[in-house]
């Protein structure tokens, strides 16, 4: 960490901080108020009443959410403000991995929020968090980030994030392709920004690509029914080979090609070792921590492995049907118990699909008074959106989804084979976990593969680690097929 004095000649406003980060958020709640924005860091940032209103509610858990302590969760949200700085920086954006490109008018917020004792408050606690906004889908890195930032708050108060934010602005810009070394406040980050699939430094044979995205809107929408039951059967007793998966496009009489997110060849991405995790921990699912490895003051990063076994815990058995769901942009309901759990399992929901980049809108975490409301919860139709959500308000208005996981612990992984369909009259809340949907596959399900998902089931198996890499090969063969 540089000395004090060394802070007062960074010059304002940051710009090479701005290749990172947009700006800092700290919200506090008060009993009387709400939730109000207590310091926007920088200073000379902006961003609308309707931004400011809208990180305020998504830096907190629902009040229906069982939270305590200090707990990490991540949200995405419409920000024109953030356009400029994705104009500016344009150049070094352009060759990131599809996934992992920003989006025009889309801004994520990285919370970390505390509850303590106190007994000056009127309910004997406070409640604040601290937000990092950034374009940047980055959320292994902005977790560790926001924890560094947000303890160094708590302490320090404005100056510890001045210090944070000039410590930043000595960071190098993030190229992808290049290997980073990141200082901050003591620790350092190394890491490595994936390249777009295609470029000539890029792992794999090159071709070119195109990515179609869109920013947040939650306007676009079908029309569909509610959810249905549905089966799927395979006597395969293996791994779907590259051929198999082939085959089985034209399994079923009629059957289209899956939607046309990307065109050109991909490369095999590197798939990371995950380490075993505690089934008796508590479900508040973070980034993988074994891909964040700590070696004294080193935190080694990776921005492409994700934790599938661990976010799809109760839904294994139908993981190449939750592929389908997300490859042809389906309406997807992610119901969950905290904001930690919904905003990862829908993060690994658009991954799933890498290299392709997710062709609709998606929120991580949505909360009753977002301005899109309306918009998700007409009966008339379904916004094309993946939406993960804690409030059981959105049990009953949310009912008409055609697509819904209802996430649980580890221990509540289905064993069934069935997608389930909910009885009329029950509320998504009182559903078991698991999946509800009225999609009908084009691929034919690997019961195999399948078996072996649900044998590595206790997250303390022996083989979790081998089967969440053929996990990630599972779902990059079926992406080759897409193509």
């Not at 989006?103 to 009127?122: H, M, N, T």
């Not at 959810?227 to 198999?244: A, G, I, K």
Request: aromatic share 10%; net charge neutral.
């Amino acid at each position: 960490m540089g000395d004090p004095e060394d802070y007062a000649n960074i010059p304002v406003p940051y710009d090479r901080l701005s290749r990172w980060l947009y700006g800092i958020c700290v919200v506090n709640f008060d009993v009387d108020v709400g939730q109000t924005l207590e310091l926007l860091y920088p200073p000379h940032i902006t961003l609308t009443g309707s931004e400011k209103f809208t990180v305020c509610y998504l830096a907190f858990p629902d009040s229906h959410s069982a939270c305590a302590g200090h707990t990490q969760h991540h949200f995405r949200f419409s920000s024109p403000s953030i356009n400029p700085l994705l104009v500016k920086h344009q150049s070094l954006y352009q060759n990131y991995l599809q996934t992992l490109a920003p989006i025009p008018g889309a801004c994520f917020g990285y919370a970390y929020f505390r509850q303590e004792k106190d007994p000056s408050f009127k309910r004997n606690y406070s409640q604040k968090s601290v937000v990092l906004l950034s374009p940047l889908p980055f959320d292994t890195l902005f977790y560790e980030m926001s924890a560094i930032i947000a303890r160094h708050y708590f302490e320090k108060g404005e100056m510890g994030l001045r210090e944070a934010c000039c410590e930043m602005e000595r960071w190098p810009a993030p190229e992808a392709g290049k290997h980073l070394t990141l200082p901050l406040l003591g620790p350092f980050f190394t890491l490595k920004i994936p390249l777009v699939v295609g470029s000539a430094d890029a792992a794999g044979s090159p071709a070119s690509s195109t990515a179609v995205s869109k920013p947040p809107s939650g306007q676009s929408s079908a029309r569909s029914d509610g959810p249905r039951e549905d089966t799927e059967s395979c006597d395969s007793e293996s791994v779907l080979s590259f051929s198999e998966i082939k085959d089985s496009l034209s399994a079923e009489e009629g059957s289209v090609s899956l939607f046309p997110v990307l065109r050109g060849s991909a490369s095999v991405p590197q798939l990371g070792v995950i380490g075993d995790a505690d089934a008796e921990a508590s479900y508040d699912i973070v980034p993988d921590t074994t891909e964040i490895i700590k070696q004294q003051q080193e935190i080694q990063v990776s921005l492409e492995t994700r934790n599938f076994l661990q976010s799809f815990a109760c839904v294994l058995p139908h993981l190449q049907r939750i592929w389908e769901l997300v490859l042809t942009a389906q309406p997807l309901l992610v119901m969950g118990s905290t904001p930690g759990q919904t905003s990862q399992t829908v993060q690994s929901l658009v991954s799933c699909i890498s290299p392709l980049a997710f062709s609709a809108d998606y929120r991580p975490f949505f909360t009753i008074h977002d301005a899109e409301l309306k918009d998700v919860s007409r009966a008339s139709s379904v916004a094309i959106v993946i939406l993960g959500v804690t409030n059981p308000f959105f049990s009953k208005t949310l009912q008409h989804w055609p697509n819904v996981i209802r996430l649980g612990t580890p221990q509540h992984i289905d064993k069934k084979k069935r997608v389930h369909q909910p009885k009329t009259g029950v509320l998504l809340e009182e559903l078991k976990p698991g999946l509800y949907s009225r999609y009908k596959p084009f691929l034919r399900r690997c019961s195999g593969f399948t078996k072996q998902l649900k044998k590595a089931g206790s997250l303390q198996h022996k083989c979790y680690r081998q089967v969440q890499g053929d996990l990630c090969g599972h779902f990059y063969l079926l992406v080759l097929i897409a193509r």
